[in-house]
C-alpha cells in the first residue's frame, strides 16, 4: 500500500494525511530516495498498444474501456541500468535511470480479484509488477497466475503488512521469508524484489530482504488514488523512469469505483503525459 508521497519519518509523526493511512487506509513512503527529471507531452501512434513487446492491438479493445492505444515501450536496453548484487543489503530505487520516456506500474497486496481486471489485462498487455502480501492473496491465489501468464511478474510484499520498522531483525525475516516461500510455492517463481509496506524500512529490512535471497526494494514516486495520482514531483508531472504504485482494490476501497476504472484511469493520466508503460523487470539485472 501506499501513496507515493516521499516523506521523512518526521512529516510521517505531524501527521500529514500519512497517520490514518498507517492506519489501514492506505500507507505512506517514509524512507528512500525522492527526485527525478524529464517532462510530459509527446505524440501517440494509434495503431499499437502499450505491451513492453510491442505488441499490436485492436483499438476497439482499448476503445471498450474508455481508452486509446498507447504507444509501446522501446525495447529494454541489453545492459540494464539497476543492477542487483548478492553482496551487502538489499539495493533500493524508486525509479529506472533512463532518458526514454516511460514510467513502470505495479500493483500491490491482492485484496481485489476482479475477473474484469484479468480481462482487461489480457486484451491492453500493459505491463505491471505485482507485489503480493500473502494475507491478501490467499483466499485465491489462483486469480493472479492468469496474470502472470501474460507476463507480470510476481514481487514480494511481506506476509501481512506490517510496518517493517516497528520490528526487529528476526520479525522483519519472517516477514519477507515467510511471504518468498508462500509465492515461490504458488507460482513457481523467484521473486527478486521486495515493496516494503508503506515505504517503511531502514538496515534490518535491506539485510532481511538480502537474507531471504530479494536483493533489490522498489519503492515509488507516484501512486493512483482512485481517479487522482499523486506526485513526489510539486508540479504533478511523470519523469522518465519512475515507478508508479497501485493496488488491487475494489469499489469497497475505491469509493464506488471498479479496478478497471481505476487502472484506465492511470492508463490515461500516463497516456496524457506522452509516457509508454514497460515492465520493470527488464530494466532490473538480478544478481547472477
Known amino acids: 500500500m501506499g501513496t507515493g508521497v516521499s516523506a521523512a519519518f518526521g512529516r510521517l509523526a505531524a ?3 500519512c497517520a490514518a493511512l498507517l492506519a489501514g487506509l492506505g500507507g505512506c513512503k ?19 498498444g502499450g505491451g513492453a513487446d510491442g505488441t499490436r492491438v485492436d483499438p476497439a479493445a482499448w476503445a471498450k474501456w474508455g481508452l486509446t492505444p498507447m504507444r509501446p515501450a522501446p525495447a529494454p536496453p541489453a545492459d540494464k541500468p539497476i543492477k542487483l548484487s548478492r553482496k551487502g543489503p538489499a539495493k533500493v530505487f524508486s525509479a529506472v535511470p533512463t532518458k526514454e520516456k516511460i514510467v513502470f506500474i505495479t500493483i500491490d497486496d491482492g485484496a481485489e480479484k476482479d ?3 484479468v480481462e482487461m489485462a489480457r486484451e491492453l498487455r500493459v505491463p505491471f509488477s505485482m507485489f503480493l502480501m500473502d494475507d491478501a492473496v490467499r483466499t485465491n491465489y489462483g486469480y493472479f497466475k492468469p496474470l502472470q501468464a501474460l507476463g507480470n511478474h510476481i514481487q514480494n510484499h511481506t506476509l501481512n503488512h506490517p510496518v517493517m520498522r516497528s520490528l526487529g531483525p528476526e520479525g522483519q525475516k519472517r516477514q519477507i521469508c515467510g511471504d518468498q516461500s508462500i509465492l515461490e510455492r504458488q507460482y513457481a517463481t523467484k521473486p527478486f ?20 535471497g530479494i536483493h533489490g526494494i522498489a519503492l515509488w514516486h507516484e501512486s493512483m488514488q482512485i481517479h487522482d495520482m499523486q506526485y513526489d514531483d510539486p508540479a504533478k508531472k511523470l519523469h522518465p523512469g519512475d515507478i508508479v504504485l497501485a493496488h488491487f482494490r475494489g469499489p469497497k476501497e475505491l469509493k464506488g469505483s471498479t479496478m478497471t476504472q481505476m487502472f484506465a ?17 527488464d530494466y532490473v539485472r538480478p544478481p547472477a
Open 265 to 281: 484511469a492511470m492508463l490515461k493520466k500516463i497516456h496524457k503525459q506522452g509516457f509508454a508503460v514497460a515492465r520493470l523487470e
Open 193 to 212: 524484489l521486495f515493496r516494503p509496506p508503506y515505504g517503511a524500512y531502514n538496515l534490518a529490512t535491506q539485510e532481511a530482504a538480502a537474507a531471504c
Open 115 to 117: 475477473p474484469k481486471f
Open 15 to 17: 501527521g500529514v494525511g
Open 30 to 48: 517514509v524512507a528512500g530516495a525522492s527526485g527525478s527529471s524529464g517532462d510530459g507531452g509527446g505524440a501517440h501512434g494509434p495503431e499499437r
